[in-house]
């Protein structure tokens, strides 16, 4: 069962966030400071039962009366609906033909009847127990025509209306018709002197007095939901990792459990990451079956952390002088025959904040993983790390998203994996109203400085896969000019088997302005056989300023034939639409990168005549300007 959706309304930025799409596994909520991110991440840790809303989280700026609201929409799978039918004994049969996953919404408010449920699995299942009703009132009826039958023989009087059930009785109706039936057989029972027909009338009786209990739709709809109910993940918010390991703790303190996850919660992770047995522990007074059990614990630990902290190795170990249990870390280098040895051991105090930082993470969300199927809420991490061990807390975090779903918010370009951008939703908060709303796509309405992250996670992925060619060199004036270049070219040899040299290399500027200093740098490393490609739309100034840096004239390629041309209008309007690649300026950048990848990772990619002309006469260009005078 995962959380599909969410939509926050009247909770403090929050007055409409809009309805937000989750991916099953990981969900980056991307936003500058103070955009609401940590209000989104609260407001969704309300759905938990024992979590209620304060004082505080009503908006104070918002000008609304309106209740809180906070939707969260499931897919719940159509193997737990049955599961949950059978153990209750509820004789539905879900036909193959429904889908897979249903829809099933809650709303949690701040009003008293707090869960107000609906959806679509909702409505199958009142479709269904109709149905099933349908059947019972068909076998009831049989049996009440049984009934009269045996009255008729014994009582000579005219029954004035006999009970009949309809579909359309409602459960009040249906109650109140087998209580007047009842009543009629008690009446007569003392009239019947064959005890065959006394006994079947008795029996007949007990078979109806079930129905007015199968029956009632409302209250088997409230028994299904408070099954599904209790398969919802928990919500797990993380919003501070300040709790690091300590140097000691006295034994007694671990022992006791209250005082061990009030006072001591990162001990706890430790102890249940590491299988670290505190009561054999504690009870045995032999040395080296203390030392066997806690050097046991340190390796678990160590064996599980080196996986994802891939900076200088380290170890954390544990050691047990009654009545104290001490916390260490230590180096892992290598000696002069290069083989491993310990170096010294430290506190965890005594090692720096992003460290002790990501040691906290660590525990606390290893430790958090191993109950499967929570849902991980995190709050900004990474903040104290630099970016080699924030993709260290990237890697942990997929890890961990196989078994739990993950939401976490983040404005550092280090957490975002370019190569997943649809996982992505926006942060934005009105600078007029104040208000937070998120955003599903980045194609309009984002600021600069929100986009600003994943688009330098783009270049940054970008830079570490170009390569410079020895050959040739085309430098193009923009990263959204690359990946439509690139795109198409790879489109074209695999669709049109078009030819062209491997050893042309495509280098982006991040803006046509930097194009002549892409260059300068080619020039200075001898590599003089280069081509600039250029819009011909908006570039009049990086053309002059190129020529008068001293780049031939020769050396420049433009694209199309008119003045308003650029590489986005070699799309035909009917590809433009149809893969939506209008945008503003801003995020250019992104939608190219969505393209690449739609059109990489897909078999079924067709383009119109137009589009693929006006690229191959672009590409040809590019091929075969090195016969070009200058080239």
């Known amino acids: 069962m995962i959380l599909k959706s969410f939509r926050i309304k009247n909770f403090r930025s929050i007055k409409d966030s809009g309805e937000c799409y989750l991916n099953p596994n990981i969900t980056v909520l991307a936003g500058k400071n103070e955009s609401g991110k940590t209000n989104v991440l609260e407001g969704l840790e309300k759905l938990n039962k024992a979590t209620k809303f304060e004082e505080t989280d009503t908006p104070l700026h918002l000008k609304t009366k309106e209740p809180i609201e906070i939707e969260f929409c499931f897919e719940i799978d159509t193997k737990e609906i049955k599961n949950i039918l059978k153990n209750l004994e509820i004789d539905i049969k879900l036909k193959e033909s429904y889908n897979l996953t249903f829809e099933y919404y809650i709303i949690k408010s701040n009003k008293k009847s707090d869960y107000t449920i609906s959806g679509e699995l909702i409505d199958i299942l009142n479709r269904e127990l109709q149905k099933l009703n349908k059947k019972i009132f068909e076998k009831t009826n049989k049996t009440i025509n049984k009934i009269y039958a045996i009255i008729k023989k014994y009582n000579k009087t005219e029954i004035s209306e006999e009970i009949k059930l309809f579909d359309g009785d409602s459960h009040e109706e249906i109650i109140n018709k087998i209580n007047s039936l009842i009543d009629t057989i008690n009446?007569?029972?003392?009239?019947?002197?064959?005890?065959?027909?006394?006994?079947?009338?008795?029996?007949?009786?007990?078979?109806?007095?079930?129905?007015?209990?199968?029956?009632?739709?409302?209250?088997?709809?409230?028994?299904?939901?408070?099954?599904?109910?209790?398969?919802?993940?928990?919500?797990?918010?993380?919003?501070?990792?300040?709790?690091?390991?300590?140097?000691?703790?006295?034994?007694?303190?671990?022992?006791?459990?209250?005082?061990?996850?009030?006072?001591?919660?990162?001990?706890?992770?430790?102890?249940?990451?590491?299988?670290?047995?505190?009561?054999?522990?504690?009870?045995?007074?032999?040395?080296?079956?203390?030392?066997?059990?806690?050097?046991?614990?340190?390796?678990?630990?160590s064996d599980v952390f080196g996986k994802y902290w891939k900076q200088d190795p380290i170890e954390i170990s544990v050691s047990y002088d009654e009545p104290l249990l001490s916390f260490f870390v230590q180096d892992v280098v290598l000696d002069e025959n290069?083989?491993?040895?310990?170096?010294?051991?430290?506190?965890?105090?005594?090692?720096?904040?992003?460290?002790?930082?990501?040691?906290?993470?660590?525990?606390?969300?290893?430790?958090?993983?191993?109950?499967?199927?929570?849902?991980?809420?995190?709050?900004?991490?990474?903040?104290?790390?630099?970016?080699?061990?924030q993709k260290d807390v990237l890697e942990l975090l997929e890890e961990l998203?196989?078994?739990?779903?993950?939401?976490?918010?983040?404005?550092?370009?280090?957490?975002?994996?370019?190569?997943?951008?649809?996982?992505?939703?926006?942060?934005?908060?009105?600078?007029?109203?104040?208000?937070?709303?998120?955003?599903?796509?980045?194609?309009?309405?984002?600021?600069?400085?929100?986009?600003?992250?994943?688009?330098?996670?783009?270049?940054?992925?970008?830079?570490?896969?170009?390569?410079?060619?020895?050959?040739?060199?085309?430098?193009?004036?923009?990263?959204s000019d690359y990946f439509y270049l690139?795109?198409?070219?790879?489109?074209?040899?695999?669709?049109?088997?078009?030819?062209?040299?491997?050893?042309?290399?495509?280098?982006?500027?991040?803006?046509?302005?930097?194009?002549?200093?892409?260059?300068?740098?080619?020039?200075?490393?001898?590599?003089?056989?280069?081509?600039?490609?250029?819009?011909?739309?908006?570039?009049?100034?990086?053309?002059?300023?190129?020529?008068?840096?001293?780049?031939?004239?020769?050396?420049?390629?433009?694209?199309?034939?008119?003045?308003?041309?650029?590489?986005?209008?070699?799309?035909?309007?009917?590809?433009?639409d149809k893969y939506n690649l209008l945008s503003d300026e801003l995020s250019k950048t992104i939608v190219s990168k969505k393209f690449f990848e739609e059109i990489t990772q897909r078999g079924d990619i067709e383009f119109s005549e137009e589009t693929i002309e006006n690229f191959q006469e672009l590409l040809n260009k590019i091929k075969n300007s090195s016969n070009d005078e200058g080239g």
């Open 486 to 576: 690139q795109t198409m070219l790879h489109f074209l040899k695999s669709k049109k088997h078009y030819k062209f040299p491997e050893d042309i290399a495509i280098i982006p500027c991040v803006g046509h302005t930097k194009a002549s200093t892409v260059v300068s740098l080619l020039i200075g490393w001898g590599l003089e056989d280069y081509k600039i490609v250029l819009d011909r739309k908006g570039t009049n100034k990086t053309y002059n300023k190129l020529i008068k840096d001293s780049i031939p004239e020769g050396k420049i390629i433009f694209v199309g034939e008119n003045n308003s041309d650029s590489i986005e209008a070699l799309f035909s309007k009917k590809d433009t």
């Open 338 to 389: 290069k083989k491993e040895v310990r170096g010294e051991s430290y506190t965890p105090k005594q090692r720096s904040k992003g460290l002790q930082w990501y040691m906290a993470f660590f525990l606390r969300l290893k430790a958090e993983g191993l109950e499967k199927g929570n849902l991980i809420l995190i709050d900004e991490p990474g903040l104290y790390l630099h970016a080699k061990a």
């Open 187 to 301: 009446k007569n029972l003392s009239l019947i002197n064959e005890q065959n027909d006394k006994e079947k009338l008795d029996e007949l009786r007990n078979k109806v007095v079930d129905i007015k209990f199968k029956t009632d739709i409302d209250s088997t709809i409230a028994k299904i939901n408070r099954e599904i109910i209790s398969l919802i993940p928990r919500m797990v918010l993380f919003n501070s990792f300040n709790d690091i390991l300590p140097s000691e703790v006295p034994i007694s303190d671990i022992t006791n459990q209250n005082t061990l996850k009030t006072k001591y919660g990162i001990v706890e992770d430790f102890i249940k990451l590491s299988k670290l047995n505190i009561d054999a522990l504690s009870k045995t007074q032999d040395r080296q079956k203390r030392k066997n059990i806690v050097n046991k614990a340190s390796k678990i630990c």
């Open 401 to 479: 998203s196989k078994e739990n779903q993950i939401i976490f918010t983040t404005h550092s370009p280090y957490l975002i994996d370019p190569d997943r951008l649809a996982r992505i939703k926006l942060l934005i908060r009105d600078e007029k109203t104040k208000e937070t709303i998120i955003q599903n796509n980045f194609t309009k309405g984002a600021d600069e400085d929100t986009l600003t992250p994943i688009i330098t996670a783009i270049g940054l992925d970008l830079s570490q896969g170009i390569a410079f060619s020895k050959k040739k060199n085309i430098v193009v004036e923009g990263v």
